[in-house]
């Protein structure tokens, strides 16, 4: 190549560099220029994430394609998104764009979950008395029998007659759900997934341990829980029993107690104790395999009702005289007027006050409040991997994202009689549903 071509190339590199690069530069740093205002201003993001993919996204009215992408250069300041695609619920929300930041559709999940505006419905069983869902298995309770099935196919039952009808029922599952308790009020009965075997435990929950106890606290609920490990521990009276169902006895492990809860480590619960002031409350563990009781915190409020909460990495909760406590170096009061807890993961819970739902965060010792309602809450299930909790109001299955900057999106998916009961799958894809005795299941998304 002769010389005079090769400079004016060069020479042509060089402008165009020197044209370009203030343009690369203010790019790459999130800048334009305001041409009403005349003058540079730095802009942010619009992160849209959606799952599904492909939903339509209008901003301020205006279309922009569809999801997932990011809207770049938009100047500070609020932007009305609205998100939408056919078969699913609307999405809508008003979100802050700030400069030289990413503003994302969704808070802190993956993506935003978009739900079905008219889920299929799968009618399961008919006349149930009660039903539990859980990780592995489903199972119905009807007045003459149990059935269960695997929980990826719920409509392949499998069968155990009682030798007399029920009237009414409840289920507990074992932690690994191969076994049931079934409590019908007078009689109990544990279902054997394994084997498909039913044993009428009554007997044994009803007559006096070999070494019975002395306690004179008369104020326990009869209640049943199964350890990890599938022990089935009762408390009766004031007193904790270990049940053996193969050779059909029982033993006392733990005495004077008001409330407990078990798991791998041992069984924690609130310790009763007379003295001349009355009788004085503790918190306790018992350790496995020999139930040796190490006292956590003395002196705890005179609760007279109570329920004990644990989370996998044994954070311990409270609910006494329907408040809610965290056991720290102290026991911590949360909030008053509790009706139900949720342990959700390590980090966070769920609680409701009957017309309010609340979260509280374990390492900032937080509560945000998540929805309120002039009608009464309860069930609340709420998952924040997904960024929803799901909870009947007013005789309706309702979901409400934790998402609360500015408004929060609200979907109902059915209506509900008073005694409803739900389960959500642990990926919110599937509800499973008791109500006027039909269990159904309700694909939403």
């Known amino acids: ?31 334009k220029y305001d041409f009403k205002n005349g003058r540079f201003v730095k802009t942010g993001i619009l992160g849209i994430k959606t799952e599904p993919k492909n939903a339509g996204i209008t901003i301020n009215g ?16 609020n932007y009305e998104l609205s998100i939408k695609k056919q078969g699913y619920f609307d999405w809508n929300k008003r979100l802050t764009v700030r400069s030289q930041f990413v503003t994302w559709n969704f808070e802190s999940t993956d993506n935003l979950f978009l739900f079905y505006s008219n889920a299929e419905k799968q009618t399961l069983s008919e006349n149930a008395l009660d039903f539990f869902a859980g990780e592995k298995r489903i199972a119905y309770l009807q007045q003459d029998k149990i059935s269960f099935a695997d929980i990826s196919s ?12 029920i009237k009414a029922g409840k289920i507990l599952s ?23 075997t039913l044993t009428d435990i009554t007997e044994l929950t009803t007559k006096q ?5 002395k306690t004179s606290f008369q104020a326990s609920e009869n209640t049943f829980k199964f350890s990890p490990d599938n022990k089935l521990y009762q408390l009766l009276e004031g007193s904790i029993y270990l ?26 619960y609130i310790k009763l104790a007379e003295s001349l002031l009355g009788i004085r409350r503790s918190l306790a563990h018992a350790s496995m395999p020999n139930y040796t009781e190490t006292i956590l915190l003395e002196n705890i409020p ?23 406590y965290v056991l720290n170096d102290e026991l911590e009061k949360i909030v008053e007027h509790v009706e139900e807890v949720q342990i959700e993961n390590n980090e966070d819970i769920f609680f ?43 005789n309706h299955l309702q979901a409400i994202e934790l998402d609360t900057r500015d408004y929060q999106n609200n979907y109902t998916f059915a209506e509900l009689n008073k005694e409803a009961k739900f389960y959500i799958d642990s990926d919110a894809k599937t509800i499973f549903l008791l109500n006027n005795g039909t269990v159904s299941l309700l694909k939403v998304r």
Do not use: C
Not at 154 to 165: L, R
């Open 154 to 165: 719920p409509e392949k039952q499998t069968s155990v007659n009682f030798k007399e009808n």
């Open 62 to 77: 205006s279309t922009h394609g569809t999801t997932n992408q990011n809207i770049r250069f938009l100047e500070p300041g």
């Open 302 to 324: 005179p609760f007279v009702d109570a329920q004990i909460y644990l989370t996998e990495n044994n954070q311990l909760f409270v609910l006494g005289n329907k408040t809610l």
């Open 1 to 31: 190549m002769k010389s005079r071509p090769r400079y004016s190339l060069i020479a042509s590199g060089i402008l165009a560099f020197i044209i370009l690069t203030p343009f690369i530069v203010l790019f790459v740093s999130g800048k």
């Open 243 to 268: 049940l053996d169902l193969d050779k059909n006895e029982k033993e006392v492990v733990v005495d004077n107690v008001l409330a407990f809860e078990v798991n791998s480590s041992g069984i924690y």
């Open 352 to 394: 409701n006050t009957g017309n309010e739902i609340d979260r509280y965060n374990m390492a900032s010792r937080e509560t945000k409040l998540i929805t309120r309602s002039l009608q009464e809450i309860s069930n609340i299930s709420g998952n924040s991997e997904v960024g929803w909790i799901f909870f009947k109001n007013d």
């Open 174 to 196: 074992s932690p690994d759900e191969n076994f049931f308790l079934i409590n019908s009020g007078v009689n109990n009965f544990v279902l054997d997934t394994k084997n498909n």
């Open 209 to 213: 341990a070999a070494f019975s106890s």
